[in-house]
């Protein structure tokens, strides 16, 4: 009975959030979800996906029990074993990149209100008026002010720290159960970054309701030095975008060149076109080193740590601006301004500046005093030959390099006048600068390596937010039925294996008619290519969410619009109600909606989160070869898995023995695997026979391309009936199946989880 | 325990359980041959890198006719493998053939039961240190062994850190000879 109590309690609490009594749309089942109450979706998608543990390390060193060895089956003193160990450790990394964005979104959401008030409108033009599918599905809440923003951030940090609470020694003690959590943490953080990229569109005008953004230049060499250079680096453009309007307010906007690196970068050309894009995080200490930037401004998140160290070293004036990394540098936020530039000047001392006018000011004020003065000349070839010819090839900057390149080598041949293979290995350079530092010899690797960046600019679309409705709409239909083959997000970081990977993906699917969107790091490298006709992706190919279109969504906030748009698609298109009704939103999407997420290049916590909330939305992720070290997969064993789905029609199970898609989860190691693996996990089982065909046209061919020929042997498990073999490959595609001994089946004719496993939810919710 | 470091330090070991180090050809092919279902994964560094001029991937299928040890392409291995008129027992990336493996159930790619000896050649050295890792912890049905020119600290029986490519390229045609000769 007074459980009873405290659940009627806690759902009127909820209700009053949500203004419930608003009836925009019926209310679902799970308006503000707790841990359990999605742990039934989670349990149902792990019963096929099951968790692939690839441990980074044998030991649990987390509390004073430790540390405790737990190799094969031994356990540490608390009770817990490897498999959910890793399990934890992905919990906790989830957390991680779950808090950063939602401690970002609220971050921007006190300054915001700070400046316009809490009532402030939500309007994101007249082409977007499901503003918010996250907030709306998960929390059950329609955002139309900041201050409703406030109601979403801080419920995802209440369920945070439910979360985090989880991972204190001696408590869960089942890594499906950790799974289950980590799952809801990357839904939260879906929600959080929506919160975020909404506050900023309405508050900074950011472009919204447009595909045709502006394009902004691009790389390293864009950068006009002869005038004072700010550079912003991180996440949050909070200060990047008070710098810019006190530029303007003081007519020094044409005298100062604003730049950035990583996010912040993405951010701040979508607040001012001119301000120039440096590169992705891979490319800070390069740029750094370059001594170009006369001011640093650090936000949040994507930062180095050493940062102060390595301004003193460029010569360069440090303004830590936000709370998040304070580098242990002495506050001035209350500090006189003039006094704060004249020790920034005179005396080379950095200053953390909380408040983001005051930082603006010093900024212009440091970088127009400080600019004449410094040296900003890239290196020359031989004055790189000279730095080089040092090196005796000892191989201590390959044993430590993360790419697991020998950087020694060709530093060696720099030494000989020949730059072919730096020029090359560039290429690869992730830019920890791991090299360097190992150096026996102190040999500047990364001031070497000036001589190998291209002085090559391009040309990137600014990010553009939402996914418009207008667009759905459009989309909606070829994208279920299968005719538009997938949509294929290429986000986040930049730990790429090789940075042209990205751009020759996107060029392969656009010119296939996928739709491509980008966000991040990603977002940049896409740009940092040309085609013959000396023409980047973003030139090439047409800006909207349509067949063929790439896409810059944003920063990796704007992730949350390319899930918001597969949302919005079971919602816009298919008008199922998604208030409160994650459970009807995800199952529409896992069977239904051909996306798939590639994040080549993760590095970060926040990519774990951004992926495992893909994952409980049931759109599979595609990693590149260093994400093994995320320690976890979500993988199936293709036909030997739980493929049965309810026909919702007809009221009856069905085991389609389909493995489609095959895996949520999944790294491959070179981009050749990848680009077979992407038109195959964009198969779902709502395809329509010439859907489908599409679909496994794209599978054959990037098969035969990338694979040496033939079929791939798994192509009779994505072949229900004849209609479904692409035309051009029917012949040999027939022959096959008669070979192997084929059956056809019948196509399900409304395919869904629900009802396969013990939910609230009723099969007709299903039903459109 | 070995305290070999590993030559990428990303792989650096932090456990107890390491791989033996092995630098007799005889050795590891007395350990092949022991096998009863013997599996060769094959990664694509196999065909970027060359030793005196011959390409790696030309060493492994001599260690696979040898020893006639079934192939697993990974990645593009395929490819290039049919380029060379060799057609590959089975086709799976490598976290496919790895999940795979750590089912004691699963019948190999022979469909003749589990493999109890897989070794593991031209896979990039973190992403194969992880894979062993899997195997090390889940599938204690099975051996593992490498070919690379590295330690291995979650491999069973690994090669040393090779410091000259000639004293592997020595290794590998020995282990070829050996494997010839048992055969």
């Known amino acids: 009975m007074a459980e009873v109590k405290e659940i009627t309690r806690k759902l009127e609490e909820i209700h009053k959030k949500i203004k419930a009594e608003i009836p925009w749309e019926p209310l679902g089942p799970t308006p503000m979800p707790e841990i359990p109450d999605l742990r039934n979706w989670d349990m149902r998608l792990l019963k096929t996906y099951a968790p692939f543990y690839a441990p980074f390390c044998d030991l649990c060193c987390l509390c004073t029990y430790g540390k405790c060895d737990l190799t094969e089956t031994r356990r540490g003193g608390c009770g817990i074993d490897i498999g959910t160990q890793q399990a934890r450790f992905v919990l906790l990394a989830c957390l991680i990149g779950c808090s950063a964005h939602a401690a970002h979104g609220g971050h921007i959401l006190e300054f915001l209100i700070d400046k316009y008030g809490p009532d402030k409108k939500i309007d994101l033009g007249g082409s977007i008026n499901i503003e918010a599918p996250h907030i709306r599905t998960v929390v059950g809440l329609k955002p139309e002010t900041l201050g409703d923003l406030v109601i979403a951030i801080e419920y995802v940090f209440k369920e945070i720290t439910h979360l985090l609470d989880s991972t204190h020694m001696g408590q869960e003690g089942s890594c499906l159960d950790y799974e289950s959590k980590a799952l809801h943490a990357g839904m939260l953080d879906h929600v959080g970054m929506e919160v975020a990229d ?28 002869s005038k004072p250079v700010i550079l912003f680096v991180g996440h949050n453009p909070a200060t990047s975008t008070v710098v810019i309007d006190y530029l303007r307010e003081n007519n020094l906007y044409d005298q100062v060149e604003v730049c950035g690196v990583c996010c912040t970068a993405l951010e701040t050309s979508r607040y001012s076109d001119r301000a120039k894009v440096v590169g992705p995080f891979s490319r800070q200490l390069f740029f750094i080193r370059s001594g170009i930037a006369d001011v640093i401004m650090t936000d949040e998140q994507c930062i180095r740590t050493d940062m102060p160290i390595e301004a003193s070293k460029a010569g360069s004036a440090l303004i830590a601006a936000l709370d998040k990394a304070m580098y242990g540098l002495e506050d001035a936020s209350e500090m006189d301004t003039a006094e704060i530039v004249r020790q920034m000047v005179d005396d080379k001392k950095h200053f953390a500046i909380l408040d983001p006018r005051k930082a603006a000011e010093v900024a212009a004020k440091v970088a127009m005093e400080i600019a004449p003065q410094r040296r900003k000349e890239w290196l020359t070839e031989d004055e790189a030959k000279e730095l080089a010819t040092k090196c005796n090839v000892c191989g201590m900057c390959e044993q430590v390099c993360p790419n697991l390149f020998n950087i020694g080598a060709g530093i060696a041949e720099v030494a000989k006048g020949n730059f072919d293979l730096i020029r090359e290995q560039f ?32 040309k990137m ?79 090439k190919y047409p800006p909207n969410f349509d067949m063929g279109g790439v896409v810059n969504i944003g920063s990796c906030v704007a992730n949350s619009h390319i899930t918001g748009a597969a949302i919005k698609i079971a919602n816009i298109f298919a008008a199922l109600p998604l208030r409160g009704n994650y459970e009807v939103m995800a199952d529409y999407v896992l069977n239904r909606v051909g996306a798939v997420g590639i994040a080549w290049g993760a590095y970060s916590q926040k990519a774990a989160s951004i992926a495992t909330g893909c994952n409980r939305l049931g759109i599979p992720v595609i990693l590149g070869p260093h994400s093994s070290k995320y320690r976890r997969l979500y993988l199936s064993k293709k036909e030997e898995d739980d493929w049965k ?48 065909a599409i679909k496994l046209n794209h599978y054959i061919s990037l098969h035969k391309k990338f694979m040496g020929g033939g079929l791939p042997e798994d192509i009779h498990l994505f072949v229900r009936r004849d209609p479904d073999i692409p035309l051009v490959y029917k012949k040999e595609v027939r022959e096959y199946l008669q070979k192997i001994g084929w059956q056809p089946r019948e196509p399900v004719g409304l395919p869904t989880l629900i009802g396969t496993y013990p939910s609230k939810v009723p099969v007709d919710a299903v039903i459109h | 325990m070995s305290t070999v470091i590993p030559y990428h330090r990303v792989n650096v070991l932090t456990g107890i359980k390491s791989a033996r180090l092995i630098e007799d050809a005889q050795e590891y092919a007395g350990l092949i041959q022991k096998a009863k279902r013997p599996l060769l994964i094959l990664g694509p560094l196999l065909l970027k890198s060359s030793l005196d001029g011959r390409l790696l991937i030309e060493y492994a299928l001599d260690i696979a006719k040898a020893a006639n040890i079934p192939i697993c392409a990974t990645a593009q291995v395929r490819a290039k493998m049919m380029e060379l008129e060799v057609k590959p027992d089975s086709c799976y990336d490598v976290v496919e053939i790895i999940n795979a493996l750590k089912d004691p159930n699963w019948q190999g790619v022979k469909k003749e039961g589990n493999h109890d000896l897989v070794l593991f050649f031209g896979i990039r050295s973190d992403l194969g240190e992880q894979g062993l890792s899997v195997l090390k912890h889940f599938a204690p049905h099975l051996k593992t062994m490498t070919l690379c020119k590295y330690y291995f600290p979650h491999a069973n029986y690994s090669l040393p850190n090779f410091r000259k490519d000639e004293q592997w390229k020595a290794f590998l045609e020995s282990l070829i000879d050996n494997l010839k000769k048992g055969a």
């Open chain 1, 461 to 539: 679309r600014a990010g553009r937010g939402p996914i418009m409705d207008t667009e759905i709409r459009t989309v909606g239909a070829p994208i279920t039925l299968g005719t538009i083959p997938g949509v294929v997000a290429i986000v986040g970081c930049s730990n790429f294996p090789d940075i042209r990977d990205v751009a020759e993906m996107v060029d392969e699917f656009a010119k296939r008619k996928y739709i491509v969107v980008l966000t991040g790091c990603s977002a940049m490298v896409a740009g940092m290519w040309k085609d013959a006709d000396g023409k980047t992706v973003y030139e």
């Open chain 1, 645 to 692: 789905v309810m026909d919702a029609r007809k009221k009856e199970i069905v085991d389609t023995g389909e493995p489609s898609p095959e895996h949520l989860a999944y790294v491959c190691e070179t981009k050749e695997k990848a680009m077979v693996m992407i038109p195959k996990l964009c198969i779902r089982k709502n395809d329509t026979p010439q859907g489908r």
């Open chain 1, 427 to 458: 290429n690869l350079c992730v830019g920890c600068g791991k090299c360097e530092a190992e150096c026996p010899r102190k040999i500047p690797i990364f001031k070497i390596m000036q001589i190998a960046a291209s002085k090559e600019t391009w």
């Open chain 1, 198 to 225: 909404i506050a900023q569109i309405v508050g900074f005008n950011y472009p919204t309701s447009v595909a045709d953004t502006p394009m902004v230049d691009l790389g390293w060499a864009a950068v006009d030095k």
